[in-house]
């Protein structure tokens, strides 16, 4: 079989997740988020739903075969008209001005119905074989409601292996080079200046660029920092203190001779921070043994940070492993390092949770 470089894939990719941000944002600016609990007490917006809509609208243009593994279904949609028809009024109306990027992701969806067909083609199992796109249409809803950051995450897995991921994050700053302030969870707005998409294909390493309005901006390329002292690190973690154990986090840190305060943001926006070199680690230490992680939730930051020359493991130094359906069923935790000092916090990792277990 002919080897392939995934351009059209990434290509594709880009402009969808381009176009999901054009939704996202516009909800980000309206007073009406349309938001719902969903049965595990986490939220889902109208925005959730009209991203996953114009994502998944444009895979199958592309490429029918494909299956999808994607967050949300449209079962609210289906049952509530009214927040059905706010939702397709969005989606309608999310066009990318440049005409040509429209049409490579097939144009418009059809009718209010149709959509509702098109969310629920993400209810892949997901698994070992074949090509499956995971897609998180908006990564951090918490963080997206409260203004913080939020990701709009699509990655393609084939045979359980990332070949190929984007991150479209409107309220991070496009600069590289910015340094990562405390409050970027907190403050964040989409003004000029703001918003990037990150990018990787397997062996190819990862870009940045600018998001822009439909034709693509030009990527350049992205580096983990080149850390050679852990003490000196910035870490990353969650805003939400039941998603990562924030005290075994400070534990680590101390350990490690780390002094600067961690900073706090929603959602993939970390691994993207830390493969742009604007932050160090990234530390997501499990806090009930019960829960286990979403494919959609890592695939795309996963392949990023390793592009970058990073490293990717659970608490256990197990690479995460997206072949076990639509969970990170064989994996605890999330730790993500420059590849100098990836087992030197490991080692620390360990050492912190080793001793808990203990008591
Ligand atoms: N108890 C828990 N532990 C870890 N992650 C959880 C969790 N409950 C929900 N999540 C996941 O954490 C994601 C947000 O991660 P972060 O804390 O890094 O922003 C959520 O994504 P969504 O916002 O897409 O639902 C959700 O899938
Ligand atoms: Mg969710
Ligand atoms: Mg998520
Ligand atoms: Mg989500």
Known sequence: MATSNYSRELDIALLAVQRATLLTKSVFHSHAKGTLNKSDASPVTIGDFGAQALIISALQHNFPEDEIVAEEEAKDLRENTQLRDTVWNLVKDTILPHEQSQSALGGSLPSAERMLDIIDKGDSKGGAKGRIWAIDPIDGTKGFLRGGQYAVCLALMVDGDVKVGVLGCPNLPVSDSEPLSENIGADATDDERKGVLFSAVQGQGAHSRPMSTG??????????????????????????????????????????????????????????????GAGDLYLRLPVRADYVEKIWDHAAGDLIVREAGGEVTDAESNRLDFSHGRTLLRNKGVIAAPKSVHGKVIEVVKEVLGSKSKV
Request: aromatic share 4%; proline share 3%; with cysteine.
């Open 215 to 276: 034709k693509l901006a030009e990527g350049q390329s992205i580096h983990m920092s080149p850390l050679s002292n852990v003490s000196d690190a910035t870490f990353c973690e969650s805003v939400e203190a039941a998603h990562s154990s924030q005290g075994d986090a400070a534990n680590i840190a101390k350990k490690l001779g780390i002094t600067k305060p961690s900073v706090r943001m929603d959602s993939q926006a970390k691994y993207g921070s830390i493969a742009r």
